[in-house]
């Protein structure tokens, strides 16, 4: 028998094996200064395309007004306790209340985490006999919800109707067997890519197949829709979701989330969801505050407004230089190039050090070998400086990578890693 150690000192995963190379740079980076367009990067002016800030509510002083006038009123633990048991406010009931009327659903809950509370949706909606098919391509949280799943579980290819039928045929003949349903799961906007999910495709489905669909709007909530409702809204399927889940970390620039649906699903939810159930509430500056942010939400279409004034300036610009951004259709804007990842390390560096612009890098095994994955997050507070900027640098690491810099600064990085 080995010690139970071992393994993990043997093999620290596919990211953390690069730790000692890029732990403080290209992971786990620390972002300073107030948030916002700009911020501080080891102690340099860069401008900031990796919060997903996406209104500009952070730093709003309204904002910090509320946060800062609750935490002095209540501190950062009040209420104690679990929902059920002593941690259940009349602000937290109005809070619900607010977010069901604004994503148009019977009822809603809060979750102390959206990561946490998805996983526990989905723990609590299914059964062993339950079926459930999801995109291949679903953030972490649902793949870990999926996991917990005693029954079987089937993958549909990302955004692909044909493949969804095909599953959803699968899994009605097995529920035929068992007795039990089928839970569909997609997300309203896809974090690394940004395509909004075929909520429309999905619906129509729901003419030829029995089953139910839960949707993760984290990206499209505050973004996307008329009034800022989420996908759904956009696409017009908002009452066909059966259950709604949002997150505050994004356009609410908070902590928490919600999960949406009919008063009886709620009520079930409220009574079964264990994340919950045995975790304490969310504090009362994150509910004060939550509620502050989905006034401004509802009453400034100017955020939202300007907010796309930035990702339309910024997804053009790329494309008209010629850039790979993919088939976004949100503000997720994803740029594609060729190479490995050390050209990856040094191409980022530049960004950082030569050109003030801090993004996100993806590389495998995240996405295919050879690719590099740059992800900008525009927000309200961006200005057309910033975009333009960012374009200029672009175009510059674009040539370097092009005509081999890149390989070459980084050859020794290569050779660690047994890269040619």
Known sequence: MRDLFDRIIENKGPLGKWASQAEGYFVFPKLEGPISNRMKFQGKDVITWSINDYLGLANRPEIKKVDGETALEHGAAYPMGARMMSGHTDFHEQLQNELAEFVNKQAAYLLNFGYQGFMSVIDALVAKDDIIVYDVDCHACIIDGVRLH???????????????????????????????????????????????????????????????????????????????????????????????????????????????????????????????????????????????????????????????????????????????????????TPVYLNGSIPEAMALVKDLRENHGIFCSIVVYPVIPKGLILLRLIPTATHTMDDIEKTLDAFSAIRERLENGTYKRLSAAVAAAMGES
């Open 150 to 332: 005693m029954g079987k579980r089937f993958t549909f290819k990302h955004n692909d109707p044909e493949s969804l039928q095909k599953n959803l045929e699968r899994a009605t003949k097995l529920a035929n067997e068992t007795g039990g349903g089928i839970l569909v799961i997609t997300e309203g906007v896809f974090g690394m890519r940004g395509e909004q999910g075929i909520l429309k495709e999905i619906v129509e489905l729901k003419k030829k197949f029995n089953f139910r669909l839960l949707v993760d709007d984290a990206h499209g909530f505050g973004t996307l829709g008329k009034t800022g409702a989420g996908a759904g809204e956009e696409q017009g399927v908002q009452d066909e979701i059966d259950v709604y889940l949002a997150t505050f970390a994004k356009s609410m620039a908070g902590i928490g989330a919600f999960v949406a649906a009919d008063k009886e699903i709620i009520e079930y939810l409220k009574y079964n969801l264990r994340s919950q159930m045995f975790a304490k509430s969310l504090p009362m500056v994150y509910v004060k505050g939550a509620l502050k942010r989905l006034d401004m939400l509802r009453t400034m279409p100017e955020l939202k407004a300007t907010l796309w004034e930035n990702v339309n300036a910024l997804q053009n610009g790329l494309k008209e230089r010629g850039f790979d951004i993919g088939t976004t259709t949100s503000c997720v």
